[in-house]
């Protein structure tokens, strides 16, 4: 089994961004991840509109870390304290060596590469400093956008699943991706050696 660690805090960069911890600053934006239809089309989850939301939310996103259970990261330009979107490692398997990695992005930073930089880096930690054997994406079939990008990264899909979740009263399809280590593609089932 895995032994994570998310302390201190794993910071990552890329060629223009920062991949930070999350702090009561990024609230507001954290609060229009969790609130906005537009945002929430493909997720299917009930909109938390308050500010005092987001600030649990944060708390909660920090016991994750701090439990080993889970790390976000907030995506910030190089220099610049804003938050441009959001990425993490979630539904942990130490013992599989697999965890589920989900991101979002605010509207007008879409289409200029930056969750592309972002989920390369996290791909890259995950494999090289976490040791994970597998990362796993679960996406709404429609969201073409995401597809593209996870495919763009070596994940391929391995199931879709017909009316998988039952939300607002309508059930949803959820299709599911996959990336194996860059060793594992080869063919190799063998664990590499600690």
């Given at each position: ?131 994970l054997h597998s990362l796993e994406a679960q996406v709404d079939p429609a969201n073409a956008a995401s597809i593209q990008l996870l495919e763009k990264h070596g994940f391929v899909r391995e199931a879709y699943f017909r009316e998988k979740y039952c939300f607002q009263g ?25």
């Amino acid at each position: 089994m895995l032994n994570i660690q998310f302390t201190p805090f794993p910071v990552l960069r890329t060629q223009r961004l920062t991949l930070r911890q999350l702090t009561a600053a990024d609230a507001p934006i954290i609060q229009f991840f969790r609130s906005d239809a537009d945002f929430l089309r493909y997720i299917p989850r009930p909109k938390e509109p308050t500010l005092e939301q987001a600030h649990q939310h944060l708390r909660l996103l920090e016991d994750l870390r701090i439990g080993n259970e889970g790390v976000t990261w907030g995506l910030s330009r190089d220099g610049e304290p804003g938050l441009l979107g959001i990425i993490c490692l979630w539904n942990l398997e130490p013992a599989h060596h697999r965890a589920e990695v989900g991101y979002g992005l605010r509207p007008e930073f879409t289409k200029q590469g930056y969750m592309s930089e972002a989920l390369a880096a996290v791909i890259d930690y995950s494999f090289t400093q976490l040791r994970l054997h597998s990362l796993e994406a679960q996406v709404d079939p429609a969201n073409a956008a995401s597809i593209q990008l996870l495919e763009k990264h070596g994940f391929v899909r391995e199931a879709y699943f017909r009316e998988k979740y039952c939300f607002q009263g309508r059930f949803l399809d959820s299709a599911v991706y996959s990336c194996l280590a860059p060793q594992r593609a080869a063919g190799s089932s063998a664990l590499a050696p600690a």
